[in-house]
């Protein structure tokens, strides 16, 4: 099966397809693997489509503590007793007590064999693990949470093999680990055998083996999935569950046969016994930790008749169709192909996450993977995109290598997001993606990363990024993947590599140090660049670690200094002209460095396009300088620059380095802005400041301010002209995003303008929703601002719209359309209504609990709502405001652009 006849198809073909193809192989011995290997660029990409009419599932309580009391002997007898099996030694005594698995045996193995009974939501396992045995132990100590074992062997694969004698076996729950204890010790480089048959329940949970549930036809079906990471596999089977016991494993599914199954790997033996159950064999995998291990059990033989009232047919083209192209490019990318033979993207109604990335079995919320191309608007594509590409990039790091230890699983997560980017941008080379990782990544983390009690999630993540800002890591990806294939890395390795391969490329320079600088502390700098007046042609750097909030500067950071060792570009440029780049490393708190011939009317700019991760400031005259440069000649300054500025201008004045009415000085310049990131950027910005000052007096200042720097542009791009009968050309793809963002700006600032146009769309479509039944896709409104359309209207317009959007949510199939109604419901400030949503919310079985989640979410972002926002935030506001406000507002008062 070729790639080229692969994109054709439509997913219920591919899926067929993939089923005769196990039908064919059911009879291939062992050795065909190689065979089929070899093949790899045959990938079989199929999406198992899992449709869902809206369902919560009823909850079942199932209670695991009793059947773990059941089962588990915990060592009730005394003291005494239990020390005398113990280790003479004075060693490990009780090895189960510990938080992570003593490391005396090594698993090489699993073969696990299941039987799944959908009518009870039960399965029973039988389990063989193959051990190697590194130092000499009497407990086998490995993972099991809520699973009832009922026999267990262990056997010897020495000279002579046979039973070893146990002494006892039981759980420990407080650990979720199961103990078998041996009257002799098992010796160190020799193999053994473990056999357990265990029970449990698929539970109603989202995680380990769950089932979920959707609606068809008026009937409740089923599906089994597994959600493994990162500590859920030994809710399944009992094994070794840390991501460092990498293994093999060969899965064996038993079910009735009404039910298809599917696994990390193809199946390679499949068959029908007279009861009608149906087993499938898989494929033994290639070595991989228990978290991305993955099977499903679902039904689809109604997709078919789905597909065929054509509701919902190629919902899932466009992801089958992307998945093709990342996986060449992935593979040319790391230069390593693909390890498995092929790829399933399983759609599911309800998931933990988004997304899992379990090796050749990733598992998608349907809202991440389904969309209706007629009706999506580029926003909600580009966010599907963005998780398949990133779940794929985990097909190679996090499943062919794999963290140590979940505190280095932000290389993986980092690597990934990165590639959001990257991916994104192979694909769709208009939507200019390395450019968007500024303003929806980098400004987004310098945000929260600015705050005393930083996320250290999402400052790691970037950071990994910024590898590739400060060398060109492209050279040193391939020796570290296949270096790493099938095994863990861990931090120290990955700076090592890259040390390595910048040391061949002739510099020398110690990465680990630095990147520990980065990683390891928390926060990052702000360099300051200023001219030197006591020394002609010198320029003074200094850093300090940047925080939005002085206070904690002082009390909390006063006694550590945390310093950075910084690659700085600098540019100087004047009116018409900029200089090339110079690469400055700063590493002490303050330096001065001698440069060429700085004229009076010569600028300088830090930071060249955005790639370091700090932010940058001038002396005033410099600001002065750029502000000028920007009013007369912007595009001197690359457009990351420009927003890069305008964010380092808000967050800076926003900390309090610079004076408050600098930011409102370089949006002046925006009228004379083309490029969509500077306006994205500033729009960002400004919502920020609106937030803080939207229930003051004076918020009319703010926001006539900032409609006169919005409306020439808007009034200028105007909204998408559309024809009867037209459909929508859509222009290309940041001309779009532009022009969305300059009419959101304009209607969340007030233009009347803007929200009679919002108006009259939405009255539009009530009446000819009422006259004739025209689907959305009929009505006028363009896909790229329903959402905005559809917020204006609730929020504008009276109670009826509310209503009948609240019904279109409820009809509607399509998911992003629904996702945009629902958000639209929330943007009343009608409290009674936001009650009544909240409550249905929460009381029916009308929104499965992904949208629930985004309700929530975004009542929570309405201020007219009752939540309140994260305390700290709050507190940094009202510091904002006390000592700012007065004289912001004063200033803007005086002043207008000119
Ligand atoms: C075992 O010893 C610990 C501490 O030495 C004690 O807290 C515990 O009660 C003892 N358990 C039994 C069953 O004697
Ligand atoms: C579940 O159903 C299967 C097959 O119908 C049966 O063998 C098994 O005993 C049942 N399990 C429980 C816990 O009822
Ligand atoms: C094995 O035991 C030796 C000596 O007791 C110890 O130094 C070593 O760390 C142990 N190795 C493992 C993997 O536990
Ligand atoms: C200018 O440079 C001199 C010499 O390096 C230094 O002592 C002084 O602090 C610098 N001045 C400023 C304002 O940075
Ligand atoms: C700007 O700088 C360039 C190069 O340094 C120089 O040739 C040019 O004359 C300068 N222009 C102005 C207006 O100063
Ligand atoms: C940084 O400080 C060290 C020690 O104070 C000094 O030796 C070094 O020259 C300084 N580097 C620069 C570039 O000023
Ligand atoms: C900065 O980005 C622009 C594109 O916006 C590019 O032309 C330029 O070469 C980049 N400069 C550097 C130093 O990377
Ligand atoms: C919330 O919904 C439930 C059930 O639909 C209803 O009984 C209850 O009165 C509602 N509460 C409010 C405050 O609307």
């Known amino acids: 099966m070729g790639i080229e006849e692969l994109s054709v198809r439509n997913s219920r073909v591919v899926s067929d397809r993939w089923a005769d193809s196990v039908a064919v192989r059911s009879r291939a011995p062992e050795r065909h693997i190689t065979v089929h290997k070899r093949l790899i660029l045959a990938f079989s990409t199929s999406i198992l489509m899992l449709l869902v009419v809206t369902a919560i599932a009823v909850t079942l309580a199932v209670n695991f503590e009793k059947c773990g009391e059941n089962v588990a002997t915990p060592p ?48 029973s396992g039988e389990l063989n693990i193959e051990l190697e045995c590194v130092n000499a132990t009497k407990f086998i100590v490995l993972h099991a949470d809520r699973l009832r074992v009922d026999k267990v062997a262990v056997y010897s694969n020495a000279k002579k093999p046979g039973a070893m004698r146990i002494h006892r076996h039981f759980s420990y729950p407080q650990k979720q680990v199961y103990i078998i204890a041996l009257h002799r010790e098992m010796k160190p480089l020799r193999t053994y055998k473990i056999q357990l048959s265990f029970q449990a329940q698929i539970q109603n949970r989202l995680l380990g083996f769950f089932r979920t549930s959707y609606m068809l036809h008026g009937e409740r079906r089923y599906a ?16 070794f569950d840390e991501p460092v016991y990498k293994a093999t494993f060969r899965v064996t599914l038993t079910h009735d046969a009404f039910y298809r199954s599917v696994s990390n790997m193809p199946v390679e033996l499949s068959s029908l016994d ?12 290639p070595r991989m930790s228990t978290y991305y291990v993955s099977w499903a059990v679902c039904d689809f033989s109604y997709r078919e008749t789905m597909t065929h009232d054509g509701v919902m047919s190629g919902f899932g083209d466009y992801a089958l169709h992307i998945s093709k192209s990342l996986l060449n490019f992935y593979q040319d990318y790391f230069r390593v192909t693909y390890p498995l033979p092929k790829l399933d993207l399983l759609a599911v109604p309800k998931l933990q996450y988004a997304a899992m990335e379990n090796w050749g079995l990733s598992v998608f919320v349907e809202q991440k993977i389904l969309l209706d191309p007629e009706i999506v608007s580029s926003s909600y594509k580009m966010d599907l995109t963005m998780v398949v590409v990133h779940e794929i990039c985990h097909q190679w790091l996090g499943d062919l ?76 990806k391939k020796n570290y993947l296949v270096r790493h294939q099938y095994g863990n890395t861990a931090r120290d390795d990955l700076w090592n590599s890259f040390s390595q391969a910048v040391r061949r490329e002739g510099r020398d320079i110690n990465i680990k140090e630095v990147m520990d600088g980065w990683t390891l502390q928390m926060g990052y700098p702000v360099v300051t660049i200023s001219r030197n007046q006591s020394l002609e042609n010198s320029i003074s750097f200094s850093q300090e670690h940047f925080l939005y909030d002085m206070d904690a500067k002082i009390h909390q950071f006063s006694d550590k200094s945390l310093q950075w060792q910084i690659p700085l570009n600098l540019a100087v440029g004047n009116i018409s002209h900029i200089s090339s780049v110079s690469l400055i490393w700063i590493s002490n708190k303050t330096e001065t460095q001698r440069v060429g011939r700085i004229g009076e009317e010569t600028w300088l700019l830090g930071n060249i396009n955005q790639t370091g991760y700090f932010r940058v400031n001038y002396d005033l005259h410099n600001w002065r300088l750029l502000i000028q440069q920007l009013m007369i000649n912007p595009t001197i300054i690359s457009v990351e620059n420009r927003a890069g500025l305008l964010d380092d201008v808000f967050s800076l004045a926003r900390a309090g380095y610079l004076p408050q009415n600098l930011p409102m000085q370089i949006i002046c310049y925006l009228s004379k802005e083309d490029d969509f990131l500077p306006w994205h950027a500033a729009s960002r910005a400004l919502y920020q400041l609106d937030k803080l000052l939207d229930r003051t007096e004076d918020y009319s200042l703010f926001s006539n301010y900032v409609l006169q720097q919005v409306e020439l542009k808007y009034h200028k791009l105007d909204w998408p002209r559309v024809k009867a009968g037209d459909s929508f050309k ?15 700006l304009a209607c969340s600032f007030g233009n009347k303008h803007c929200h009679r146009q919002a108006m009259s769309l939405v009255s539009e479509w009530l009446s000819t929703d009422k006259n004739s039944n025209l689907s959305p896709t009929l009505c006028r409104i363009p896909p790229s601002l329903r959402d905005v359309v559809y917020c204006t209207g609730v929020s504008l317009m009276d109670e009826d719209v509310w209503e009948f959007m609240w019904k279109k949510f409820q009809s509607s199939s399509a998911i992003s359309e629904k996702k945009d109604l629902l958000e639209a419901l929330t943007c009343s400030d009608n409290t009674f209504l936001l009650h009544r949503l909240l409550n249905t919310s929460l009381n029916s079985e009308l929104l499965p609990d992904q949208e629930l989640i985004d309700v929530l979410i975004h009542v929570a972002r ?37």
């Open 862 to 898: 309405n201020p007219h709502a009752l939540f309140s926002r994260a305390l700290e935030v709050v507190q940094a506001n009202v510091k904002w405001q006390q000592i700012y406000q007065e004289s912001f507002f004063q200033w803007l008062s005086k002043s207008s652009c000119v």
């Open 401 to 476: 290598v794999t963290p140590v230890w979940w505190d280095e699983v932000w290389i993986k997560e980092g690597f990934a997001h990165y590639f959001e980017f990257v991916a994104s941008d192979f694909l769709f080379p208009g939507w200019k993606m390395k450019q968007r990782f500024l303003t929806d990544v980098l400004h987004e983390v310098l945000l929260l990363d600015g705050i005393a009690a930083s996320y250290p999630v999402s400052q790691e993540l970037l950071r990994v990024a910024d590898i590739h800002r400060v060398f060109d890591w492209i050279s040193y």
């Open 730 to 744: 859509q222009a290309t793809y940041h001309a779009d995003e532009l022009q969305r963002e300059v009419i959101i």
């Open 224 to 239: 089994a999935v597994t959600q493994f990471s990162p500590t859920h596999a030994r809710k399944a089977f009992p094994c």
């Open 274 to 285: 007279r009861d009608g159950w149906l087993t499938n064999r898989f494929f033994r995998t």
């Open 76 to 123: 009730t007898g005394s003291n005494r007793t239990r020390n005398r099996n113990d280790d003479p030694r004075g060693g490990d005594v009780q090895p189960w007590r510990r938080s992570r698995l003593p490391t005396a045996l090594w698993p090489r193995h699993y073969d696990l064999q299941l039987s799944i009974y959908m009518n009870n939501f039960t399965f």
